[in-house]
């Protein structure tokens, strides 16, 4: 068994949006992860979570509205394995198990049961085909996905293809179905996906590959609903230069429908990432999504840097614009530095 962890800060400065307030809110994770195999046939992996949060914030109506409306939403884990540990007026110190799970692996099989993520999709910014794991497009932590509970049925044929089979077990909806199969095709990795998540029937398909020297991917899926149709897609391209310079663009069309668990106020999008190494060490990333419909906007630069093989260290902000009542437009801006320790 290994043992290994990390100690993560993030400082947010910003003002409530409703009454203009200014706050500060001081969030701390220590995250420690144990893994290992008993001989070639079995692994597991558990990372067990404690979250501190401190700051002014938390004494806002803002944070009690959405305090109280996470306590009525539904969980989307199976599993009840995160409690509180202390509350008060400035801070909250709670702790989670967020990944829990074993591994079984025979041949080319491998069955996977516990806390996961499993990861469906390949958008930047938005993921029709997400569903499980999804990421909030404005997310400062771009990494960090909650797990689900549940298990998941692998088959391998050599290294070009392979089917999965996913069971959700849920408390509050229907429990989860679902199947995709991946398949090289010259030089494009093409996947088909079927299922029924959260009560809703559903079918898709997603791609990438190259157009030369420039990736080149898209996703889409369709579901049904109370005898509605709804079809959301995307198409995304990447090309880096030589000097380290990176574009992304992504363009999202979302018809709605309750199959994704993010709600988005909007039907088109365009997402932009531009990014560029200014050492070795340190990048200088730009993300700009914008709600073609109400023409609101979110900016983001950010400045990362490794400081030691073991320390990074992030500074950004994010920007809103758009008039009032926009997806955008009603958000106030924030600033905010990150700290990760590894060990």
């Known amino acids: 068994m290994s043992l290994s962890g990390q100690y993560r800060n993030l400082l947010i400065y910003s003002q409530t949006t409703a009454n203009k307030e200014d706050y500060y809110l001081d969030s ?28 002014d914030y938390l004494e806002t109506g803002e944070f009690a509205a959405i305090e109280a409306n996470a306590s009525q939403t539904p969980r989307r884990t199976y599993w009840d394995l995160d409690g509180e540990i202390s509350s008060k007026d400035r801070l909250r110190w709670n702790h989670s198990l967020h990944r829990g799970y074993g591994k079984i692996k025979s041949g080319d099989v491998d069955l996977t049961i516990g806390r996961q993520r499993i990861a469906w999709g390949r958008g930047w910014f938005f993921s029709p085909l997400d569903i499980f794991n999804p990421l909030s497009p404005t997310a400062i932590e ?9 298990v998941v049925l692998e088959l391998s044929s ?7 089979l996913v069971y959700l077990p849920m408390k509050n909806s229907s429990d989860t179905f679902a199947a995709k199969v991946d398949t090289l095709i010259g030089s494009y990795d093409i996947a088909l996906t079927a299922g029924s998540h959260v009560g809703v029937d559903f079918i898709g398909a997603d791609f990438t590959g190259y157009v030369g020297d420039a990736g080149f991917k898209g996703e889409l899926a369709f ?7 709804n079809l959301s897609w995307l198409l995304s391209g990447n090309y880096g230069f030589d000097n380290s310079l990176t574009i992304m663009v ?10 994704h668990p993010i709600s988005y106020g909007g039907e088109n999008y365009i997402g932009v990432d531009v990014g560029y190494d200014l050492t070795p060490l ?3 990333e730009n993300l700009l999504i914008l709600n073609l419909m109400d023409g609101s906007r ?16 992030t500074l950004g902000i994010q920007l809103f ?9 009603g958000l106030e801006n924030l600033a905010y530095a990150q700290f990760s320790l590894f060990f």
């Open 223 to 229: 579901s049904r609903e109370n005898h509605v149709d």
């Open 158 to 164: 050599g290294i070009a293809s392979k089917a999965s």
């Open 28 to 55: 701390n994770r220590l995250r420690v992860e144990a893994k290992g195999e008993t001989g070639h046939f079995f692994s597991y992996n558990v990372q067990y979570d404690n979250d501190v949060v401190f700051g």
């Open 250 to 259: 992504e363009y999202f069309y979302n018809d709605g429908g309750s199959l």
């Open 142 to 150: 771009r990494g960090e996905r909650d797990g689900v509970d549940g």
């Open 321 to 329: 614009a758009g008039d009032t009542g926009n997806e955008f437009g």
């Open 282 to 284: 340190t990048r200088f």
């Open 298 to 313: 979110f900016y983001s630069p950010f400045l990362a840097s490794s400081l030691r093989e073991n320390m990074d260290l």
